[in-house]
């Protein structure tokens, strides 16, 4: 019987995936269901199992089933590794994602799964966290903070019950790369789990995991169980959030698991010191964590041997929106935007010239192409006025209104606040009418309560398109420097952004004021 | 998937406070009663009868030693917690920003317009539930939506109106 390989990831799934490996089934092949390799183009992707090796066709429809196994199906690929989009990457943390079954512990295990947990358990923590920390893995979850102070610092606290958590929250569009190895090689996630829970004095550990993602949560759920004599007396278990993106924030995510509204916390006390139930609390990004098993079987330095600056290691890039090759690009830091969205990504889908890119999620800046030289790397990104975030990329062609897209950023912070501060509760509501305002182009004229003959120091006349953005730009300074956490304190990225880098989509009032305000 | 449940819900009978007690005291039997659970038990709820009806809370909030208050605002926090039950179909059509470069908006005008509802609404024979969701984790192939269980990618308005005819047969 000839093995067929068919990725079971919700994204070819959602392309058609289950009907292929159906219509293979019954024309008599033996199919593993896999992760997806992550360039969905290709999706459904079939892989055969051929006296050369495996030899891949993409995408198929169900109806080619034939085809693809006598081998004359026109989308043969040959060798997917050998694809330009995967012989490029540098894959660390997803070298497995796609190859093997994802459930499967023998497969895992003959893939170099648990070597990074046997070491790590063979050596005292502290060695452990000097691994983790001469690697200079830094989280991947936004904030970009060096992953083994992290550790050393929950180490450290006092207290003999302490927690390891893995946010797996992914809310930000543009990104998919936690759900790809969750649903991909979710025992990759349990190992860097367990290592964790090694070095700093943990025996439970909770994943959180976005409601959104059914696939990963059934995956994890089960390879949970099935590997859990062999990370025991580490114990490990599933929370699915309920749709609050805020919950991605790690004081929030910890009154949720709590069982309380998802509201973020003050800080100090740290997560570290003082986090899940009062306790010591390791939260990382599944990536981080998911980059632990290679930094102890391979050694911290083979980690920080490739990368750029103070960005060591590899980064998992997401290519997301309007883009043609759009997917899971793992490289080493780096690497410049332009060549991430153009030569790697081959640029728009719709084949339009590329207008912006949105880097980090919601709350990450817009940039023009004239910016495509800025090399993939925390520090650049900052200086430039943005974030890497969790490294998605969304590409849009010269039809996006940027104007509707800062209004879009106002418009989730204020679906999405918590609603414990007010820059961000209120601020992003006044935002969205000041841009709804500026879109229609007419100019404010002063309301009731303004003209109250008590109100002395507030201009009564009608507010033109300048002084309302000068008015929004001083919004986002109050929203930037006022809230609590980056979802109040971020949405001024993409909307100044939006602002500074596409004046003319804000009218024709916009483009004097921006260079006036940069100075 | 809860359909018959929600047929009832539909129709009007809210005598179901002995129900709700019985599932509490089922699920803290699999679960425990600490506050931590209180996520987990509404999911579980919601699983079950298709909704958190208000009934419900001074169950749950009995079991878990919470305050009716306290129960009351984490189900109105997460907006996955719905008060009313959903129609026999729901389908959620992806709002974020990699879908919206990908032509989301005319897929939105076409199921609003083709349902005759706005993002939220359920249709008055309870058929189907039109809903907004921000981002399922499949930005490079979008515009994406969720129907019923099913993720599907690459919609256009066509594919859309074909998909909403089945769901209407
Ligand atoms: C509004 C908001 C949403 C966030 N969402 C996520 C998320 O979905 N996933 C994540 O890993 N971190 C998210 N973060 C960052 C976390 O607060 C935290 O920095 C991170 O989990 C730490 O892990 P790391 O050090 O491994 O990156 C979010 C932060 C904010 C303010
Ligand atoms: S900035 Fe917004 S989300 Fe963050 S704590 Fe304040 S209100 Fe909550
Ligand atoms: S933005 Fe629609 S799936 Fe991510």
């Given at each position: ?9 919700m994204?070819?799934?959602a ?153 797996a929250d992914e809310g ?36 959180y995991i976005r409601s959104e993602y059914p696939f990963a949560i059934r995956?994890m759920r ?15 278990e599933v929370r699915v959030g309920a749709g609050a993106y805020v919950c991605g924030?790690?004081?929030a995510m910890?009154d949720s698991i709590e069982g309380k509204r998802g509201e ?147 418009e989730f912070?204020a679906h999405e606040s918590c609603g ?100 | 998937m809860n359909a018959t449940r929600n047929d009832r819900s539909i129709a009007g009978d809210a005598t179901h406070a002995d129900d709700y007690a019985a599932v509490v005291a089922r699920l803290v039997e699999d679960m425990g009663g600490e506050q931590t659970v209180l996520l987990p038990m509404l999911h579980a709820l919601q699983e079950e009868f298709g909704y958190i009806d208000d009934l419900m809370v001074p169950a749950v909030a009995s079991a878990l030693n919470l305050s009716r208050a306290d129960v009351h605002g984490v189900v109105t926090f997460y907006h996955d917690f719905r008060r009313r039950p959903l129609g026999r179909h729901r389908v959620r059509l992806c709002r974020a ?11 939105e005008?076409?199921a609003t317009?083709r349902l005759g509802l706005r993002m939220g609404e359920t249709s008055p024979d309870g058929r189907v539930t039109l809903d907004a969701v921000y981002c399922l984790g ?6 994406n939506a969720m129907i019923d269980d099913v993720p599907v ?7 859309l109106?074909?998909l909403l005819?089945d769901l209407m047969r």
């Amino acid at each position: 019987m000839t093995r067929v390989y068919v990725s079971q990831d919700m994204a070819a799934v959602a392309l058609g995936a289950d009907a292929v490996a159906e219509a293979l089934a019954n024309a008599g092949a033996d199919v593993v269901r896999t992760g997806s390799r992550g360039l969905f183009r290709l999706e459904p992707l079939v892989e055969v199992e051929m006296p050369e090796g495996r030899v891949g066709f993409g995408p198929v429809a169900a109806a080619d089933a034939a085809l693809v196994l006598d081998g004359s199906h026109p989308a043969r690929l040959g060798d997917v590794a050998a694809v330009p989009f995967f012989a490029r990457q540098q894959r660390f943390t997803f070298v497995r994602c796609g190859v093997i079954d994802p459930l499967s512990l023998d497969d895992y295990e003959a893939h170099g799964g648990w070597r990074g947990l046997a070491a790590a358990r063979a050596m005292p923590p502290q060695a452990a966290i000097d691994a983790v920390k001469a690697s200079g893995l830094r989280g991947r979850g936004g904030a970009g903070f060096p992953t083994g102070i992290k550790w050393q610092t929950v180490h450290d606290a006092p207290g003999s019950t302490k927690y390891v958590v893995c946010n797996a929250d992914e809310g930000d569009s543009g990104t998919f790369a936690d759900r790809l190895l969750m649903e991909g090689d979710p025992f990759c996630l349990i190992e860097g789990m367990a290592i964790a829970g090694h070095a700093v004095g943990a025996e439970r550990g909770y994943i959180y995991i976005r409601s959104e993602y059914p696939f990963a949560i059934r995956t994890m759920r089960e390879a949970i169980a099935r590997a859990a004599s062999i990370v025991a007396p580490f114990v490990l278990e599933v929370r699915v959030g309920a749709g609050a993106y805020v919950c991605g924030e790690e004081t929030a995510m910890l009154d949720s698991i709590e069982g309380k509204r998802g509201e973020v916390r003050a800080k100090p006390p740290l997560p570290a010191i003082a986090g899940l139930f009062g306790r010591p609390t390791v939260i990382n990004n599944v990536l981080s964590l998911a980059a632990v098993p290679f930094i102890l079987s391979k050694g911290g330095e083979a980690y920080a041997a490739i990368g750029f600056g103070r960005s060591r290691g590899t980064m998992p890039v997401q290519l997301a929106g309007n883009v043609r090759n759009g997917g899971l690009f793992e490289t080493g830091f780096g690497i410049t935007l332009g060549e991430l969205v153009m030569d790697i990504g081959g640029g728009t889908e719709s084949g339009r010239p590329v207008k912006a890119v949105q880097v980090g999620g919601p709350l990450g800046a817009y940039f023009p192409p004239s910016m495509f030289d800025l090399p993939f790397d925390y520090e650049a990104f900052a200086a430039a006025g943005g974030l890497i975030g969790h490294a998605g990329i969304t590409v849009f062609d010269d039809t996006v209104d940027m104007a509707h897209m800062a209004r879009f950023a106002m418009e989730f912070c204020a679906h999405e606040s918590c609603g414990k501060c007010t820059p961000c509760r209120i601020g992003s509501t006044r935002g969205v009418e000041l841009i709804d305002r500026l879109i229609a182009g007419e100019d404010r004229a002063a309301d009731a309560v303004e003209r109250l003959p008590q109100m002395r120091n507030i201009a009564r006349g009608t507010r033109p398109a300048e002084e309302e953005i000068e008015l929004l730009r001083d919004l986002c300074d109050t929203m930037k420097f006022g809230s609590l956490c980056a979802l109040g304190g971020f949405t001024p990225y993409p909307v100044l952004s939006a602002l500074d880098h596409f004046p003319q989509d804000f009218g024709a009032a916009a483009a004097p004021i921006s260079s006036a305000a940069a100075e | 998937m809860n359909a018959t449940r929600n047929d009832r819900s539909i129709a009007g009978d809210a005598t179901h406070a002995d129900d709700y007690a019985a599932v509490v005291a089922r699920l803290v039997e699999d679960m425990g009663g600490e506050q931590t659970v209180l996520l987990p038990m509404l999911h579980a709820l919601q699983e079950e009868f298709g909704y958190i009806d208000d009934l419900m809370v001074p169950a749950v909030a009995s079991a878990l030693n919470l305050s009716r208050a306290d129960v009351h605002g984490v189900v109105t926090f997460y907006h996955d917690f719905r008060r009313r039950p959903l129609g026999r179909h729901r389908v959620r059509l992806c709002r974020a920003e990699s879908c919206q470069a990908r032509g989301a908006a005319a897929v939105e005008r076409t199921a609003t317009e083709r349902l005759g509802l706005r993002m939220g609404e359920t249709s008055p024979d309870g058929r189907v539930t039109l809903d907004a969701v921000y981002c399922l984790g499949l930005c490079a192939t979008g515009p994406n939506a969720m129907i019923d269980d099913v993720p599907v990618s690459r919609i256009d308005p066509a594919t859309l109106d074909r998909l909403l005819g089945d769901l209407m047969r």
